[in-house]
Each structure stands twice: as C-alpha cells, then as structure tokens.
C-alpha cells in the first residue's frame, strides 16, 4: 500500500493558527528553609553522647591512657564547618548536658574535632568559654597547624587531663587551670596556662614552651629541647626525670623553693655525674625579670 504525505500550504502559520493559549494559573512562591548549622551538629552531638552507657563513660578516659581507641569515638563523618564564633555558641548550648555522664570527656573531644574542621576551612584564633562546672577534658588532642600558621586555641575557664595532648604547631593560651599531662608529646607548640597545672605537664613533649602562673608538679618528665617557666610552687616530691630522661631543656622561675627543687629533681649538665650529662638549664628570674643561669 503506498501511503501518499499532502504537504500543507499554510506553513507555520496554519499550525499555530488554531492553537488556543492556555490560562496561566498562579504559582506558589518556592520556600527556602534555612539549616540552622549549630541545630545540625547538636543533633550529631546527641548521636555521639548516645554510644555510650553510663558505666562506659566513667572509664572513657583509658582511650588516652592506654592508647586504646574505642571506635565508637570516631567522629570522621563529622565533617561540619563552623566559624569560630558558632563554635563556642554550640559549646554553650551543650551545657543542657552536664548532667549526663563523661559530659566533660565527650564534649571535649567533639569541639576538638570541630576546632580542626574549622583551621582546615581557614579559620583561626577561637576562644572558648568554658562556664561547666567541671573541667573540659581532652580539647586539643591531636590539633594539627603548621609551622607558618599556628593553630591558635583560647579558653577563659579550665582545661582539663590531656588538654592539647599530641598538638602540633599550636599556640594555647588557659585562662584558668589545667588537669594532667597538659601538652603530653605536644610537638612545636606553645602553652600559656595562666592558673595552676596538675601532674605531668609537658610530658615528653618536644620542641614546645609552657608558661605556668600558678603550680606546677613533674614539670616536662622525658621532655626534650623544651622550655618550662613555672611561677608558683613546684608539687613535685618524686624523682621522675631519669626515665625516661629530660634532655636539653630550660627550666625556669622566679620561686626560690622551686628553684631548689628543680635542682634536686632535675639537675643540669653542670651538677649531673658525666654519664647522666643531660643538659639541662635552670634559670631564676628576680623581681626586675633578669634571668640568670643557675649552677651548683
């Protein structure tokens, strides 16, 4: 069967001629609804306070201790950028948790990870105001900067056990108190700590400056090319530093019973038998701020 196509003679026009416009109906305006970011993180934040029982938080702590990471503290889908200023907004907002056990432990590893999340984004210089009433545990651990742009972390309230353990190329600065093994093996950083340090600060760390105001005990045990400078009274009441040994480090204050202590616990390349030659420096600061080299 042949089929036979009849070409129109109208053209376009003939197509369009009876086309009949349809009414245009109203349209609803598209609704945009903003993402609170801080609503957002809070949201992964009760996730991550929910991992754990009760009884688990309380032992929480022997993840530093004894290096044994418990996996349900991975936080690496935590990928939310806040500025420095939203960072310490939601720090206020977990307060409606302080009742909950290991509070203190938790929240200080999660503002950690959202303090590196921020550097990496570009941001710097936080501060934190810390208003719980018990320590902030953990905050800085493992904070990464570079030698060209310190990582730069402030806290009016205390730091508590393990504040800024393993940070590298940081500069803190407490306004307050900080708990055990502040800056435990921190690498190229800088700690001012403008009320008193527990147990341990400094602990093997390397390349690294601590300033304490207050007190201090077992200043920088197995520490290595670092500076301590301790205002107030050393604790320390153990010989701890022979192992393992302090090396190359300079001891500071303006105390003179720290003074004799640091020489009875330290001691330095020039009262030390050869074979425990160390070379270590303390250093007395007098009332006008002059330093001198002190030898025995």
Not at 4 to 16: A, E, F, L
Not at 78 to 106: C, H, V
Request: glycine letters at 8%.
């Amino acid at each position: 069967m042949q089929v036979t196509m009849k070409r129109s003679s109208g053209g376009i026009d003939s197509v369009v001629r009876g086309y009949e416009a349809q009414e245009v109906r109203d349209v609803s305006p598209m609704v945009i609804v903003a993402v609170d970011p801080i609503s957002c993180v809070l949201a992964q934040y009760e996730t991550f306070l929910g991992r754990f029982t009760d009884i688990e938080a309380y032992y929480i702590f022997e993840f530093t201790k004894y290096e044994r990471v418990d996996k349900r503290l991975d936080l690496t889908d935590l990928t939310d950028i806040l500025t420095p200023e939203q960072i310490n907004i939601f720090l206020q907002s977990t307060i409606a948790y302080e009742n909950r056990k290991g509070y203190n432990k938790f929240t200080g590893i999660f503002i950690t990870k959202l303090l590196q999340n921020s550097y990496d984004a570009g941001h710097n210089e936080f501060e934190l105001r810390v208003s719980s009433a018990t320590d902030m545990h953990y905050v800085g651990v493992t904070l990464l900067g570079t030698e060209d742009r310190l990582f730069s972390v402030s806290i009016n309230g205390n730091g508590g056990m393990f504040f800024g353990r393993e940070a590298r190329y940081c500069q803190f600065t407490v306004n307050g108190n900080v708990g055990w093994y502040c800056g435990y093996r921190a690498n190229n950083s800088y700690f001012t700590i403008n009320g008193d340090s527990k147990s341990n600060a400094g602990a093997q760390a390397t390349n690294s400056t601590f300033f304490i105001q207050g007190s201090g005990q077992n200043l920088g045990h197995g520490a290595q090319r670092c500076e301590f400078t301790l205002h107030g009274k050393d604790l320390s009441d153990v010989l701890l530093y022979k192992n393992p040994p302090t090396k190359y480090c300079t001891f500071k204050t303006s105390n003179r019973e720290t003074l004799d202590n640091f020489f009875h616990l330290i001691g330095t390349s020039t009262n030390d038998s050869p074979e425990h030659d160390f070379g270590n420096r303390i250093i007395f600061i007098d009332s006008d701020g002059k330093e001198e080299v002190i030898t025995r």
